[in-house]
C-alpha cells in the first residue's frame, strides 16, 4: 500500500511543466519516503543548469503537485523542500496517516487535466473577480501580477520580441532548442521534449524549425533575418491577450523555487476556471543570464537595456520576473504533452 501511495504521489509530480518538457528530475522510494532528485546528467547536457530559474520553478511545480494530490486526498504528509544538493536531492515527502476517507483518482484532481494552450484566444474579458481569485493565490515570498492595459501588454509584446530574437540568435540555445523538438513518431514515443504537431505552428515557421535544427543551417538562415521572423511568431498572439499575469520575488534560490510553487497553484487555478495558459519565459531567461555574465557579448548591449526598461516601467526593486503567462479564453483545449512512465 505504501508503494502505491508514492508511486501515486509521483505521477501526480510528473505531471509538472518544464522547460521543453524535458522533466529533468525522478524519484525514488526510500525508508518509507518519497524522494525527489533533479537528474544533474540531463542538466548538464541542458541550457539550464540547476541554479537557473527555470530549473527551480520545475522543482517548485513538482513539489506543489505532489502537496496538493495529498491534500484532495487527505493523506498527512511530512514533508520538505531545499535547493539541489550535489547528489541532486531537493525534496522528501513522508505519509503520516495510514487510512484514508477518498480514492485516489487521478482523473478527478484538476493538476492532471493542466495543459499549455498556444493557440489564440477568443475575445472574451477576464471577470475581475475571477482574476482576482488568482491574483489572491500570491504568497509573501511571491507575488502574482497581472497587466491587462494596452500600454503594458505592448511593452511586453515589445520586450518578448526583443529577448526571442536574442535566443534565436544564440547557439547553444538553438541547440538545446534543436534537442527538445521532436519531429519523427520515434521521438515522440520518448514521451519527453515538444511534440512539433502539438505547437500550433504555422506551415512555414514548421518548415524553418525542421530545415533549421541544427546550428549551423540556422546561422546560415539568420543572415535572412529568420530569426525576426521566428520572434514574430513567438509574441504573435500577446497583443490581443486579455491579459498577461507575471511571477516576482526577490532573486534567489529559495525564492524561485517559491515561485515555481506559486506558478503551479496559478496554473491548475486558471485552467479549472475554464482560462486557458500559455507560458513565456524568455525575458526572465535572457535577463538572469545577463545578470550571470553568461550572454553573448554581441548582444549583451540590447538585453542591458532591455532589462533596464522592465525595471523601469515596472518600478522594480531588488526583485525578478521569473515567468510571464498570456491568459484568456479559448473554445479548443490541446492535447497535453507526453509525460514519462512514473518509477520509483
Known amino acids: ?6 508511486s501515486y504521489l509521483a505521477k501526480a509530480g510528473q505531471r509538472a511543466p518544464s522547460a ?33 530559474p527555470v530549473t527551480l520553478l520545475a522543482v517548485g511545480a513538482v513539489v506543489e503537485n505532489i502537496i496538493q494530490a495529498a491534500q484532495l486526498n487527505e493523506i498527512d504528509l511530512e514533508f520538505d523542500y ?20 477518498r480514492a485516489m483518482k487521478a482523473e478527478r484532481l484538476a493538476l492532471f487535466n493542466r ?23 500570491s504568497t509573501a515570498n511571491a507575488q502574482l501580477v497581472a497587466y491587462q492595459s494596452k500600454e503594458k501588454i505592448s511593452l511586453w509584446s515589445k520586450w518578448l520580441y526583443t529577448a526571442s530574437q536574442t535566443r534565436f540568435r544564440t547557439p547553444n540555445i538553438h541547440q538545446w532548442f534543436e534537442q527538445t523538438l521532436k519531429v519523427t513518431p520515434e ?5 519527453e521534449g515538444l511534440d512539433i504537431k ?5 506551415a512555414i515557421v514548421s518548415l524553418i524549425l525542421k530545415t533549421a535544427q541544427a546550428w549551423k543551417k540556422m546561422s546560415l538562415c539568420n543572415k535572412f533575418y529568420i530569426y525576426k521572423l521566428l520572434a514574430k511568431f513567438e509574441i504573435l498572439n500577446i497583443n490581443a491577450a486579455p491579459a498577461l499575469i507575471g511571477i516576482i520575488a ?38 538572469y543570464r545577463l545578470k550571470k555574465g553568461i550572454i553573448s557579448s554581441s548582444l549583451e548591449e540590447s538585453i542591458a537595456h532591455l532589462d533596464n526598461e522592465i525595471n523601469t516601467a515596472l518600478k522594480l526593486k531588488n526583485a525578478f520576473v521569473y515567468i510571464l503567462f498570456r491568459v484568456g479564453y479559448c473554445d479548443k483545449n490541446p492535447k497535453k504533452s507526453l509525460r514519462h512512465l512514473v518509477k520509483i
Not at 521521438?187 to 514521451?191: D, Y
Open 187 to 191: 521521438e515522440v514515443a520518448t514521451r
Open 198 to 202: 502539438l505547437l500550433e505552428l504555422s
Open 115 to 137: 495543459r499549455t494552450n498556444r493557440l489564440p484566444f477568443i475575445k472574451k474579458a477576464i471577470p475581475q473577480n475571477i482574476l482576482d481569485e488568482l491574483l489572491n493565490l
Open 1 to 6: 500500500m505504501q508503494n502505491s501511495i508514492y
Open 250 to 287: 526577490s532573486p534567489g534560490i529559495p525564492f524561485a523555487i517559491e515561485s515555481g510553487r506559486l506558478m503551479e497553484k496559478m496554473w491548475i487555478k486558471a485552467n479549472e476556471l475554464g482560462l486557458s495558459v500559455q507560458p513565456y519565459y524568455a525575458v526572465s531567461d535572457q535577463v
Open 20 to 52: 521543453g518538457n524535458m522533466q529533468p528530475w525522478f524519484f525514488h522510494e526510500k525508508n518509507n519516503q518519497l524522494v525527489l532528485y533533479m537528474d544533474l546528467e540531463k542538466l548538464e547536457d541542458s541550457y539550464f543548469n540547476r541554479e537557473h
Open 82 to 101: 531545499f535547493p539541489p544538493q550535489d547528489s541532486g536531492k531537493c525534496a522528501f515527502f513522508q505519509v503520516k496517516n495510514k487510512s484514508f476517507k
